[in-house]
């Protein structure tokens, strides 16, 4: 509990550094770096800093791939907005027995045209095409800690490059994560803390950092996770996310979080057969910008354990 609350004060202070900034939402580039991929993530709300016992950790906090002891590829595909796809491919592989290295190549994909009128006829003309990729490579470790060495402190780091195109324009950039999680084992809890996308600006745009504090709690039938974050340009954002063991590979989820005045919620299944996960999610985001309602994207993951083939 004493590291949570000072996770928290961290957390307090750095939010409190940058008012100017923080008021100020949608000032940061390469926007996509904030876009989850993993549905198992998306069916806990994204509440996984806390957690990050997947391949997905490389996104939320990198410190959680050295609980990976095995190799694993995890594949994502969401559909965004209309015409607008995103995916990535992750692979992590235990390089000690103490260690852990992963890969990770994200798109965002996307084309419209632009269209004029004349003569109260709608001309289509030139095709814009939107292509924002990274490539990213993360080594976290491992090391026993408490006076028994009972208990694992993880420490991960990610360094990455960024691309990103829209239509004639191209801008590049590289930026790093850190991330801190901590096993605390007897209370089968773990907290953790990840700063994400600290680098030079996109072109004229700065960064999307992101701070994410959170714990998690696992029981043999169901886990709970619980997080706070706050992004350099987004309001901050909390939430909690359940996963509910119903059968031997069968697991139900449910997540929601709250931000900007707005309640979300999220929706999620999972079957994990020993041999591979597949994970299904639907959520729900509320935005003004599109529609009183908001909008749906459902997300889907495929991860493939080598070692059990």
Not at 28 to 33: K, P, S, V
Not at 292 to 308: A, P, R
Request: charge should be negative; hydrophobic fraction near 40%; proline fraction near 3%.
């Amino acid at each position: 509990m004493k590291i949570f609350v000072f996770l928290f004060c961290v957390f307090y202070f750095v939010s409190c550094s940058y008012p100017e900034i923080l008021s100020n939402p949608g000032t940061a580039g390469a926007n996509f770096l904030k876009i989850n991929l993993s549905a198992r993530a998306e069916g806990l709300a994204q509440n996984f800093c806390g957690l990050s016992d997947d391949p997905s950790a490389i996104y939320f906090n990198p410190a959680g791939i050295a609980q990976i002891r095995e190799k694993k590829l995890q594949m994502n595909h969401i559909t965004w907005y209309e015409d607008v796809y995103a995916d990535n491919v992750v692979f992590v592989i235990p390089v000690l027995s103490i260690a852990t290295i992963g890969f990770d190549y994200r798109t965002l994909l996307g084309e419209d045209y632009v269209r004029t009128l004349e003569n109260d006829i709608v001309i289509q003309k030139d095709k814009i095409i939107l292509s924002d990729t990274a490539f990213s490579v993360s080594f976290a470790m491992k090391f026993s800690v408490g006076e028994f060495k009972e208990d694992n402190l993880y420490f991960g780091a990610t360094g990455k490059y960024i691309d990103e195109k829209l239509f004639n324009n191209e801008n590049y950039s590289y930026a790093c994560d850190f991330g801190i999680l901590y096993d605390y084992k007897k209370m089968n809890s773990m907290y953790g803390i990840s700063l994400q996308n600290i680098g030079p600006n996109i072109g004229e745009y700065i960064l999307p950092w992101t701070l994410r504090i959170g714990t998690s709690y696992k029981s043999n039938d169901y886990l709970i996770s619980w997080e706070i974050s706050q992004g350099i340009d987004t309001r901050t954002r909390a939430g909690f996310g359940v996963e509910l063991k119903t059968s031997d590979i069968v697991v139900l989820r449910i997540g929601g979080f709250y931000q900007s005045d707005q309640l979300s919620y999220t929706l999620g299944l999972g079957i994990n057969t020993g041999y591979f996960e597949f994970d299904y999610a639907y959520a729900k985001h509320p935005d003004g910008n599109l529609s009183e309602l908001g909008f749906v994207s459902n997300k889907v993951s495929l991860t493939l354990k080598f070692n059990k083939f």
